[in-house]
């Protein structure tokens, strides 16, 4: 156990798997205590078990605002208060012509990997000032920086994502609020056939590894090694940054 988020308060979307478990068990194992938030209810209560008694499990669509601010209020009412917020949650359309997705996968995108920052950001602002400051982690996707074809509605809100962090970055820098963006390549998550657009079989994966000058996609361990420097005093005078995490594949 260490001890970088020693007596911090976390909430983590998205995180009955994938990058945000990931991100939930490093922060706790780091003295954090945890609402581990999930469209998923009974996967956020399995990691939430996982992790022990500094853990609250809340089933969430970050999209919808009253579900946003049970999320908050499950946190500052278990543990006291909150110190970062991560919005991890994503969707993606599937990887295909970009006049082939449909209206509701377009809103779907927008509204979890968009909204939710808005909706989160309302939320937690407020109780930052309260207390001083606070970290908010935005997982935003190498999408957004160097788009690949069949990705066009989801590349551009990740774009959205990262420009969103930058600008709140330097609005609440005088709020000692710091605002950054994790942008992972292509990782072995729930969304991954999505993105690949084809079965997860050996010949398709090895389409897209090509494009990754170290020769894997991401991992959990990598993005969640990330969060943990950015949301620690290590990185306390980063802000407005979207970090690649992305074995070269950005360069």
Not at 6 to 17: C, E, W
Not at 153 to 166: D, F, P, R, V
Not at 235 to 250: K, M, P
Request: glycine fraction near 12%.
């Amino acid at each position: 156990m260490g001890e970088r988020l020693k007596g911090r308060v976390a909430i983590v979307t998205g995180a009955a798997s994938g990058f945000g478990r990931a991100i939930a068990e490093t922060f706790a194992c780091e003295g954090a205590r945890v609402v581990v938030a999930d469209l998923n209810g009974d996967g956020a209560e399995e990691v939430a078990r996982t992790i022990g008694d500094d853990a609250r499990a809340v089933c969430a669509d970050v999209t919808v605002g009253e579900d946003v601010a049970a999320m908050v209020e499950a946190a500052t009412g278990a543990f006291g208060g909150l110190d970062i917020m991560v919005n991890n949650a994503g969707y993606t359309h599937v990887n295909q012509p970009l006049l082939e997705v449909s209206e509701a996968d377009f809103d779907r995108t927008y509204a979890v990997n968009v909204k939710a920052i808005y909706l989160a950001t309302l939320r937690v602002v407020p109780i930052f000032r309260e207390r001083g400051g606070g970290v908010i982690l935005n997982t935003a996707s190498t999408a957004g920086l160097r788009p690949r074809p069949g990705l066009t509605w989801y590349n551009g809100s990740k774009g959205a994502a990262i420009t969103l962090t930058k600008s709140m970055a330097i609005e609440l820098a005088p709020d000692n609020i710091r605002v950054n963006a994790l942008c992972p390549v292509m990782g072995e998550t729930g969304m991954l056939e999505r993105f690949m657009g084809a079965p997860d079989i050996p010949e398709v994966r090895a389409k897209f590894i090509a494009t990754i000058p170290m020769g894997r996609m991401s991992q959990p361990a990598d993005i969640a090694n990330a969060a943990l420097f950015l949301a620690s005093d290590e990185a306390a005078f980063i802000t407005g940054v979207a970090l690649e995490v992305d074995g070269g594949r950005c360069v």
